[in-house]
């Protein structure tokens, strides 16, 4: 079956579009060069092609991140894009080295790596949580996630941080924690 990807809110997916570029895809072309998307925007349609129909309806504004018109945020900006960095795959750029410029040179809510990959997960969104995690694999003796910037991080390390060490954006909105709780988010 073929697929439409065309957007719910045109709008909302052009505004996360250019936030993406201009709180990270321009930055990290700027400083690192070339990259490329390996993933970006998916419309609800396809998100939930595969879905049971009980699944769909339980929460009909859960889903996958890439839906950058799901309305999480009400009308504020909440996107999330995959880049494969062609200077991390070339060995110029050490993995975890490209991942702390990120973390502590653009706006970023959530930066995902895997340890069997050079793609990162990049996520942006109101409220930052600001976490930077690496997930690994279980069968191959890896620890299931290693957590490079989380709650120890802001709560304890952050503070300790002479000012030209800190991060450019920070602290987290959540303290570093991977959910948002009793968070007030304008909503449509």
């Known amino acids: 079956m073929e697929l439409p990807n065309l957007p719910d809110d045109y709008e909302m997916v052009v505004r996360s579009g250019k936030a993406l570029c201009d709180r990270v895809l321009e930055p990290v072309l700027e400083k690192f060069g070339r990259f490329w998307i390996t993933f970006g925007y998916m419309c609800r349609q396809a998100i939930e092609a595969d879905m049971p129909e009980s699944a769909k309806h339980a929460n009909p504004r859960s889903s996958n991140p890439h839906q950058w018109d799901r309305g999480t945020f009400g009308n504020q900006v909440y996107a999330r894009v995959d880049i494969w960095p062609i200077c ?38 109101p409220k930052s949580r600001r976490v930077w995690l690496e997930w690994g694999d279980q069968k191959k003796g890896e620890p299931r996630q290693t957590l490079f910037m989380g709650a120890d991080y802001w709560q304890r390390v952050y503070p300790t941080l002479a000012e030209n060490e800190r991060p450019k954006f920070g602290p987290s909105h959540t303290g570093g924690a991977m959910q948002w709780r009793g968070q007030d988010f304008d909503k449509r």
């Open 88 to 125: 991390v795959e070339d060995g110029e750029v050490g993995r975890h080295d490209f991942g702390k410029w990120i973390m502590h040179e653009c706006d970023v809510d959530l930066l995902m790596q895997w340890t069997r990959s050079n793609v990162y997960c990049i996520t942006i969104s």
